[in-house]
């Protein structure tokens, strides 16, 4: 929704599609560091949604509505003159990084389960060929949801866990740690 009047209309909840390490001709690399949000608890990323004040060279995170300024090497940035991570048809930016990551990737999945048996054969077929794809070093979390929410820990061996949360029963922050 792009107002909160239309989204106080919607009849169907919005929703996200994101595929992992999707190839995209569209949208080559960008070389340079990802500029963060200086808030040290927030440190989102400039995004297309982020409100941008060009006069005074500052941006406005859209997560914690910290103002930021933009980098020395964003001095002629304009309306005219945007970075990749400020164009609309970029939401999804691969940064490629001079410095070595310092942390391994994290790949959170979310699935809904409520569909029918040849959905779920897609859907785990799909699965299947993301995990082959990830690196060796990375982080999975995987969340399921249907009647209940699904919490699985992926680490163990052996003995898989998972903790269920029913949807008619409220959970503190507290109790679910």
Not at 58 to 87: M, V
Request: include cysteine; charged fraction near 20%; aromatic fraction near 8%.
């Amino acid at each position: 929704p792009t107002s909160r009047i239309e989204a106080t209309r919607m009849v169907v909840p919005v929703s996200c599609l994101y595929t992992p390490l999707k190839e995209r001709p569209d949208l080559p690399p960008v070389c340079y560091e990802p500029v963060e949000c200086g808030n040290a608890s927030c440190r989102a990323i400039l995004n297309p949604f982020c409100a941008v004040d060009f006069q005074a060279k500052a941006w406005t995170c859209n997560i914690c509505n910290t103002r930021n300024p933009f980098p020395r090497h964003y001095k002629d940035i304009s309306p005219q003159n945007l970075p990749a991570e400020l164009i609309g048809n970029f939401s999804t930016i691969e940064y490629t990084l001079a410095r070595q990551a310092t942390v391994p990737p994290v790949f959170l999945y979310v699935m809904d389960l409520c569909m029918d048996e040849e959905d779920l054969q897609a859907l785990k077929e799909s699965m299947v060929m993301s995990l082959s794809l990830l690196p060796q070093n990375a982080i999975v979390g995987l969340i399921t949801f249907g009647t209940t929410v699904q919490l699985h820990e992926l680490g163990t061996e052996g003995c898989s866990k998972s903790y269920v949360f029913r949807g008619t029963k409220d959970f503190t922050a507290k109790k679910v740690q």
